[in-house]
């Protein structure tokens, strides 16, 4: 299991939860409008952090030596990480876009 990833010049944890770069709660007496903001929010930056690793070289970088099938199996790897990634905090994407998605609403 992966617990940490190097990128650059820091190594960002992938156990430690960053609750100042997720979307703000929902209560329970909100709509289910504002729960699909907020999960449209964590869809669309799971998608972003995932095409971010593979433009990185990750998905190739990881299956390098892995023969036929290799190339498919990657990919499900990088979404299963970026998948972590959001569940811990992300990148700070989703609480933006939650934060505008709301104002429009």
């Known amino acids: 299991m992966i617990e940490s990833a190097s990128l ?11 609750p100042d770069r997720e979307p703000p709660s929902v209560s329970a007496t909100n709509n289910t409008g504002t729960d699909a903001l907020q999960k449209s ?7 972003f952090i995932a095409e971010m690793l593979s433009a ?12 036929f099938g290799g190339d498919a199996y990657s990919r499900f790897l990088v979404e299963a990480l970026a998948d972590r990634i959001v569940e811990r905090g992300g990148w700070g994407l989703a609480a933006s876009v939650f934060t505008e998605l709301k104002k429009d609403k």
């Open 41 to 47: 929010a964590k869809d669309l930056e799971r998608s």
């Open 8 to 18: 650059g010049a820091g190594l960002i944890s992938l156990t430690e939860r960053r």
């Open 56 to 67: 990185s070289g990750l998905a190739k970088a990881m299956t390098a030596q892995s023969g």
